[in-house]
């Protein structure tokens, strides 16, 4: 049905390569044998039989476990967007196929051994870092590879032959006299790419140029489209670095803790945009704003509401806290004198005794730079 495309994975290195996807083609299930479950008799288990299969095979543009694993992840990322396919990789709507083969230096590519139902990104890398050592370590012993199927075992971290594999042409593709022609009209092509979302793809490039985020901070951001659009309420109107920072480590960083999904989350975007114009304005310090977000995960309240009920102001008033430093400076004349006698290192216990002195309140760049002047 498809053909010649090419999808952009994240390499080793940070940087990025094309894979190309050589094509898709649509199957149906079939029936399988069963041969473990009793030592006398074969099952036939036909649960999936008839279900719709789309298989994509990609070219041998992959070269590292890690970027087997990284295009898993984008495919995933990529069908879900589209609504092709939900990616429940436990509930087995997605698996790899991975086959491996190595080379010499320079050499041509080895005979290729394939890993069936492979069910995660981790066990990708895995399989595929194992089924290279191995091929190797034959090949360096003067072996040979025998071209066949393998299963990977999650519990060894090691694969192990499931049948010998005929070459490509020996599945002798033949047409079907009982299928007729499938006939795709352009209409009905331009008619689907008129209505496709934004891809992964191109979010993540959109994300690095208008809000100027990293290509790791992007790429982890457009990962589920969910959390994308979030991420854009979050930023609208605000700082979008500090808004890419809450989302990724503070707000998932959470929601991971509690085994919850980003759909369960009692913290809207809306609020969580609210608790970062908060701190924009130093209405509320990033200390005191962990605080607030703890409060606002437990209880779903807004932000301003939370500060405002709790009294969690930040301090502005240079009269106020240049009192405060004048006192902590009184109450401490050692450890003045030691600071002034080139124990630098001290300006960190002043900065800490203001801070406990204002109960966190206090703006932690005026409280610097009062001691800065009154110290020196």
Request: hydrophobic residues 40%; charged residues 30%.
């Amino acid at each position: 049905i498809v053909g010649e495309g090419e999808l952009e994975v994240e390499s080793e290195d940070k940087s990025t390569i094309m894979v190309g996807i050589e094509r898709i083609h649509l199957e149906q299930d079939a029936g399988k044998s069963i041969h473990d479950l009793d030592p006398d008799a074969t099952y036939v288990d036909l649960n999936r039989s008839g279900c719709a299969l789309m298989e994509i095979v990609s070219k041998p543009d992959i070269r590292s476990p890690e970027e087997a694993a990284n295009y898993f992840k984008s495919l995933r990322s990529l069908v879900r967007y589209l609504g092709t396919c939900d990616g429940n990789m436990d509930e087995g709507s997605m698996r790899a196929d991975v086959n491996v083969s190595v080379r010499r230096p320079g050499g041509e590519l080895g005979t290729r051994c394939e890993i069936k139902n492979v069910n995660s990104t981790k066990f990708v890398a895995m399989a595929v870092a194992y089924e290279a050592r191995r091929q190797i370590e034959i090949l360096e012993d003067g072996g040979s590879i025998d071209q066949e199927t393998r299963l990977f075992d999650v519990k060894t971290g090691q694969t192990r032959t499931m049948r010998s594999k005929e070459d490509a042409h020996d599945y002798r593709y033949f047409p079907d006299p009982d299928l007729l022609p499938l006939v795709i009209e352009q209409s009905f092509v331009d008619s689907i790419k008129a209505t496709l979302p934004e891809l992964p793809d191109q979010k993540k490039h959109r994300f690095m140029t208008d809000y100027g985020l990293s290509m790791y901070d992007a790429s982890v951001l457009i990962m589920e489209r969910a959390r994308a659009d979030y991420f854009e309420t979050v930023a609208t109107g605000h700082d979008s670095k500090l808004a890419a920072n809450w989302v990724i480590n503070e707000l998932l960083g959470a929601l991971n803790k509690d085994g919850k999904t980003l759909a369960e989350s009692p913290v809207t975007a809306q609020h969580l945009g609210g608790l970062i114009a908060l701190i924009s304005d130093n209405t509320i310090s990033g200390k005191i704003a962990k605080d607030v977000f703890a409060d606002m995960m437990v209880s779903g309240k807004d932000a301003a509401a939370i500060v405002e009920e709790k009294g969690l102001k930040q301090v502005t008033d240079t009269g106020a806290i240049e009192k405060i430093v004048d006192e902590v400076i009184a109450e401490n004349p050692d450890n003045v004198a030691a600071y002034k006698g080139g124990k630098d290192k001290l300006f960190g216990f002043f900065v800490g005794q203001v801070m406990k002195k204002s109960a966190g309140k206090a703006n932690p760049d005026m409280v610097n730079d009062l001691l800065k002047a009154k110290l020196s």
